[in-house]
């Protein structure tokens, strides 16, 4: 529900009378808030329409009332510093539709899978001498109607592949993403692959471990695992961090790299309805992440889980240090005429 300008003002007056804030506290909130200044909520919203009009063809009115409504409204906490007349807010609440094909959730979902695996590295990297590559593996491409049973045996040849006596002794965790886009040539056709972190000991490239595996021995093992006639495409990269920017520069250009593909929405932009629908029934109860080996260990230790929870898009993000920061309300932004403005300040009581 919208409020009047009239309104939002009675409200920070009687907050100033209440001597919660002082004057030009309760101006810096009416100014500096009254429009969202996190512009990506905004573009990812309108990214999202492709989508909406798509499910048009053959949703349920309940879907597509999700989808319309989908970040229209966000609640963000507010926080004073302590010491200095400083602001910050983080989103505490939303009204997003968690599909997978929504550009505004899979934003939310990359942001989070980044956030969690920068704490799952930064772990493994106190307690564990490693290395990190970076791994593509592929398949022939499947129509869009095969791709449910394409990503099984994707899948069923990982497992025999991560169960080789040549695997274990070499490869001490993973973390692997699962990407759909289409073809590029022809929308008919998925161009399936996996982008994988390969976490390896310290010790990987030096010989007298015999530990290192080739690109020709990765190819090899790959092609015996998916029982093919054909040599899959596989390409592994050294991930080398630059050390001198201190170590959660290190761990962080290790997620960005990790993260810059997974989770990135799949382009719809001329894809027939029929063929969307295809690939929403193919990808219905799919997950395509999933931790292994000492990734999976850490990341049950310290989540509780070693599957990726992403229904929630709102927790899990920053988190600010409550010994500097004091939360004293909540912003509540509507969509409204192309932008997000502010609608109604709630005071922390």
């Not at 007056?13 to 990506?40: P, T």
């Not at 630059?242 to 962080?252: L, Y």
């Not at 929405?265 to 080996?293: A, C, N, P, Y």
Request: net charge positive.
């Amino acid at each position: 529900m919208k409020i009047h300008k009239k309104g939002l003002r009675l409200n920070t007056f009687e907050l100033y009378q209440k001597d919660l804030f002082s004057y030009s506290e309760v101006r810096s909130i009416e100014e500096r808030f009254k429009e969202l200044d996190e512009l990506d909520f905004l573009v990812k919203k309108y990214n999202s329409f492709v989508t909406f009009e798509l499910y048009q063809h053959f949703a349920k009115p309940s879907k597509l009332h999700r989808l319309a409504e989908c970040g229209t409204f966000l609640g963000f906490d507010l926080y004073k510093h302590k010491e200095k007349e400083e602001f910050t807010k983080r989103l505490s609440s939303a009204n997003f539709c968690r599909d997978r094909f929504c550009e505004m959730c899979n934003w939310r979902r990359a942001l989070k899978y980044a956030k969690e695996n920068f704490i799952l590295l930064k772990t493994i990297q106190a307690n564990e001498k490693v290395r990190y590559l970076f791994a593509t593996f592929t398949i022939r491409n499947p129509e869009v109607k095969e791709l449910k049973s394409y990503v099984r045996l994707f899948n069923r040849a990982w497992q025999r592949m991560t169960q080789t006596k040549r695997w274990k002794n070499s490869i001490l965790g993973t973390i692997k993403a699962i990407e759909i886009p289409f073809q590029k040539t022809d929308k008919r056709f998925i161009n399936l692959h996996a982008h994988c972190l390969l976490i390896v000991p310290s010790v990987y490239f030096d010989k007298k471990y015999d530990l290192y595996i080739t690109q020709k021995e990765f190819q090899e093992m790959w092609k015996k695992a998916l029982r093919v006639d054909y040599n899959p495409s596989v390409d592994i990269r050294i991930i080398k961090p630059n050390k001198n920017r201190g170590e959660d520069d290190e761990i962080a250009s290790v997620v960005a790299e990790t993260t810059k593909y997974p989770l990135k929405s799949v382009d719809l932009h001329g894809i027939d309805w029929r063929t969307f629908k295809e690939l929403v029934e193919q990808t219905h109860h799919m997950r395509f992440l999933s931790f292994g080996g000492i990734a999976r260990d850490y990341r049950k230790m310290i989540f509780g889980t070693d599957e990726f929870d992403d229904n929630d898009l709102i927790s899990g993000f920053d988190e600010l240090d409550l010994l500097v920061w004091e939360k004293i309300g909540k912003l509540w932004y509507s969509l409204d005429a192309g932008k997000y403005t502010l609608s109604k300040f709630e005071k922390e009581e």
